[in-house]
């Protein structure tokens, strides 16, 4: 068989599992880029800043909820596949997506529609809470050694296209209707849009086939074994440092993607309009950098791809935010958030495989969801609303050191760690290193 062919199984499943998570995080994500315009139907009280505090903590509960729906899904993932995982979390994001597009606003219901609203954020939080660790076992589980970290860096790929796909729905809809009608109902277009691509990615991830490491596990290994806390805790070290890594890494994330067009509209002034082009270049570049970042891992290991990022977050937070607010106009903001994302590239790239190579496949779903689910609950949920509490309380400069502090923690859990980039994955791959060392 030629390489081609070898090759052609595994781009097919690295495809297939990215389209379902494009969709995940597109509803994910729209939440965030609409609640400019519906923070206000469902919280009228207060000015705009207040509004968007009440919306930043419902996102919030939404990550709280991550945990337990990492330990659910993932524990399903390691028991009845991972394939059987996935399908099960998008359809739960449908679901929570349909609820937001119906949910009667504080007009007609009063506070019903921000419990609506609260409820499907934590169904949403249960559904990425697994989609996470599922999608990184399955895509680097399905990627050919060697090209594990491109194949895996796929998983961010499909969320910043997520993302772009809700900005892009964003800029249509600013586009063809007026404020007004944006504010009263066309922010619920984007979570209709949501619901229904999620039940198409529903039937296609009935297609997809289950990976050689998990079926060679399933074989071998004791059903009541797999997926337990027991197991979890036997690799506790290992998910103390998924922990770790996942700190700064997902401050700056959802610093320099989800909160940062909050930020350029309310603190550097650029237009709701503006500030969401600059958002969408800047991720354009993010998604061809990606694969790259992940390609370079393969052949440098993951350490040096996040050390890099380390130093430069740590480094350059600061400056870049206060640019920001010191030339406001778009080509700088653009320019300083292309920067920004090159660096939360260096993390975004490998972050996937380098979690999923330090467990094994009997636990390796819910070993990495558990600890990075509360990593993003604790630290990359709250990022928006410390920034908005910091920027109320007429201190938004410590936000910035803040983001550079949690950067400099994972640093530190960077240096020390163990490189994974060779790290056997599945059965036959830990049978062929030992026959090569013998």
């Given at each position: 068989m030629s390489t081609k062919q070898q090759r052609r199984p595994h781009v097919r499943a690295v495809i297939g599992g990215s389209i379902g998570n494009l969709v995940e995080w597109y509803d994910w994500f729209v939440y965030a880029s609409f609640a400019l315009y519906f923070a206000g139907r469902f919280f009228p009280e207060g000015d705009a800043t207040a509004q968007l505090m009440n919306t930043a903590a419902v996102f919030a509960v939404g990550f709280?909820?991550?945990?337990l729906g990492g330990w659910l899904l993932g524990r399903v993932a390691d028991?009845?596949?991972?394939?059987?995982g996935l399908t099960l979390s998008v359809s739960m994001m449908s679901v929570s997506a349909l609820m937001i597009a119906v949910a009667p606003t504080h007009d007609r219901a009063g506070y019903l529609g921000a419990v609506v609203l609260l409820v499907a954020r934590v169904l949403q939080g249960l559904s990425v809470g697994g989609e996470y660790a599922a999608s990184a076992s399955y895509l680097t589980e399905a990627s050919l050694r060697g090209h594990r970290g491109l194949g895996?860096?796929?998983?961010?790929v499909s969320v910043t296209l997520g993302q772009l796909l809700g900005l892009a729905v964003l800029m249509v809809l600013q586009a063809t209707l007026t404020e007004a009608e944006l504010t009263a109902w066309g922010w619920r277009i984007p979570f209709i849009i949501g619901a229904v691509a999620a039940v198409v990615v529903f039937y296609l991830r009935r297609g997809l086939h289950e990976t050689d490491a998990y079926r060679e596990e399933a074989a071998h290994d004791d059903t009541e074994?797999?997926?337990?806390?027991?197991e979890v805790w036997r690799h506790r070290r290992a998910a103390l440092l998924v922990f770790a890594l996942t700190i700064g890494g997902s401050v700056a994330f959802y610093t320099y993607t989800t909160y940062l067009t909050k930020y350029l509209a309310n603190s550097v002034g650029l237009s709701k309009s503006?500030?969401?082009l600059v958002m969408f270049c800047a991720l354009c570049l993010f998604t061809v950098l990606l694969p790259v970042g992940g390609a370079l891992s393969d052949r440098v290991g993951r350490r040096p791809v996040l050390i890099f990022f380390g130093v430069?977050?740590?480094l350059g937070t600061y400056p870049i935010l206060t640019a920001m607010q010191r030339w406001p106009s778009v080509g700088v903001a653009l320019a300083l958030t292309m920067l920004a994302l090159t660096v939360v590239c260096g993390y975004s790239s490998v972050n996937a495989c380098v979690k999923a190579?330090?467990?094994?496949t009997s636990v390796r779903t819910v070993g990495v969801a558990i600890p990075y689910s509360l990593a993003q609950a604790l630290f990359g949920g709250t990022a928006e609303y410390i920034a908005l509490a910091f920027r109320d309380a007429g201190?938004?400069?410590?936000?910035f050191f803040y983001v550079s502090g949690c950067a400099l923690f994972s640093l530190v859990v960077y240096l020390a760690m163990p490189e994974t980039r060779t790290a056997a994955l599945s059965r036959t791959e830990l049978d062929a290193d030992e026959e090569r060392v013998a």
């Open positions: 709280l909820a991550r945990p028991r009845r596949g991972r394939k059987f895996s860096s796929f998983q961010y074994r797999r997926g337990t806390m027991r503006d500030a969401t430069g977050t740590t190579e330090l467990f094994p201190h938004e400069h410590y936000f």
